[in-house]
């Protein structure tokens, strides 16, 4: 079977689906194929930033959004040892929501799918894997899927790949991936919240120790940072010790370490901070995490990729209407979008490396006990992570 549309965009995360949504928006004919059945996958990345509540603004989507479950931030703390400091302060951003908003990512998908099949030209094939690119005359000229009913060619004359920091596509592409380093990864799980919790977004640093916390409502979805590679040996000391690692860290979740039964409730996030080398072929080009792999440090990866989805649209949508979309367009969008990554994740490793691989190799570094005496003398320091964090180094705006 084959059909053919103007823009087909492969993996319907974030960055995708915005893309979809965007192209179709700006009356283009655009397929959005998503291998999975639904969006229900726990412990996926569910910070949705100022910058794209901004978006969602420009769209005229956002009170109907912010309907849907979510948790307001204002302001992220620190708590280190038994000191609670605030890192970041997003109620000064020039943006109409000064808050984050922790939204499972499912809600946040399903939302803007429901928006695009708004649009008689969007169509969303659920269960439909891209397994290859489609070449002729040297430019890629659409996906070959597999589904439920055998294979399916869909030809196009833009293909966005959208599919992840493990991208299947981007390696049939040839697209060289620059490896940046990580010295940690991230162990997930989720413990019940009970009414007497802190109901403030924290992070912990304790003992040579690194968690985060998410309200999640009824429960807590807690990231547990780990050195590099070292899951094997945390399960070969037993899930008993890896329970009390967890109460000694964040001592009010000591009476409900029991909820992790087996080590199948304990979920592996292999932190991985990369970028391509070039982000496109002729009629190809790659978005979000599938271009430039995020850590989860300050949770920007969505923004990144949202942005990215963004400019996208802004800058192709008219050309592949005209028929005049070139390399060179594909290229434009590299280049205005690729400083802002660079820098998200130049900032990410300095972070990486001076604060948290210290922490996991020494205990804690030596000057993270000198900031509560720096904030008590200078209080307006948090706003600058808060707009580091909150819009990024190059928000964009829907023109499309």
């Known amino acids: 079977m084959s059909d053919a549309a103007r823009c087909c965009v492969v993996g319907g995360g974030p960055a995708g689906m915005m893309a979809a ?62 000191t609670v400091i605030t890192v970041a302060d997003f109620t000064h951003l020039p943006t109409r929501c000064k808050f984050l908003a922790f939204m499972p990512q499912w809600e946040f998908l399903n939302f803007l799918a429901e928006e695009a099949k708004r649009y008689p030209c969007f169509d969303l094939r659920m269960q439909t894997r891209a397994a290859d690119l489609i070449w002729e005359n040297g430019r890629v000229a659409g996906v070959r899927a597999q589904t439920r009913d055998g294979i399916e060619e869909v030809r196009a004359d833009l293909t966005i790949v959208a599919d992840g920091r493990e991208s299947l596509l981007r390696e049939r592409a040839g697209l060289e991936v620059v490896e940046l380093g990580a010295p940690m990864d991230v162990l997930w799980l989720r413990l019940s919240k009970r009414s007497d919790d802190p109901h403030e977004t924290f992070g912990y640093i304790r003992n040579g120790r690194i968690m985060a916390l998410i309200d999640r409502g009824s429960y807590w979805q807690c990231a547990y940072v780990i050195p590099k590679g070292t899951l094997a040996q945390l399960r070969e000391r037993g899930l008993e010790e890896f329970r009390g690692q967890v109460s000694a860290i964040v001592p009010f979740l000591a009476d409900r370490v029991e909820e992790l039964r087996t080590w199948d409730d304990v979920k592996l996030l292999t932190v991985r901070v990369n970028r391509l080398r070039r982000w496109y072929r002729p009629g190809l080009l790659c978005i979000g995490d599938a271009a430039h792999a995020m850590s989860p440090i300050g949770g920007v990866g969505i923004n990144l990729a949202i942005q990215d989805a963004v400019a996208a649209a802004n800058m192709l949508a008219p050309k592949l209407r005209s028929g005049m979309l ?74 499309s």
Do not use: C
């Open 21 to 82: 949504l965007l192209f179709a928006r700006a009356g283009t004919p655009t397929v959005l194929l998503e291998k999975h059945p639904d969006f229900l996958r726990d412990f996926r990345g569910d910070t949705i930033h100022p910058s794209t509540l901004d978006v969602m603004d420009e769209l005229g989507v956002l009170d109907a959004f912010l309907q849907r479950p979510h948790q307001k931030v204002t302001s992220l703390a620190g708590n280190l040892g038994d």
């Open 326 to 399: 070139s390399e060179r367009d594909l290229r434009e969008v590299q280049r205005r979008r690729e400083p802002a990554a660079r820098r998200t994740q130049a900032l990410q490793l300095f972070i990486q490396h001076t604060i948290i691989g210290r922490v996991l190799a020494q205990g804690r570094p030596p000057f993270l006990h000198r900031l509560p005496m720096l904030l008590r003398a200078m209080p307006f320091l948090p706003r600058i992570p808060g707009r580091l964090v909150g819009l990024g180094f190059r928000p964009e705006h829907v023109t």
